[in-house]
């Protein structure tokens, strides 16, 4: 599987401070962040998966047989 990487024009890396050095894509559903020029990263859980609903919320009932 191939991963797009895109740079982030314009942002500067919050450790380096270096301009036009950060990348971003996704893995798993995780938005990770890497520096280029010092190895900065930082993840991310976006905001359509932080809000989705967890299985135990979506729970009917309990089947208990007699």
Do not use: H
């Amino acid at each position: 599987m191939i991963i797009k990487k895109r740079f982030i024009a314009g942002a500067s890396c919050p450790m380096c401070k270096q301009p036009d050095s950060l990348r971003v894509w996704e893995e798993n559903q995780i938005e990770v962040v890497e520096c280029v020029e010092c190895n900065y990263v930082e993840q991310r859980t976006p905001k359509k998966v932080e809000k989705t609903p967890r299985a135990t919320d979506q729970m009917i009932g309990i089947f208990k047989p007699d």
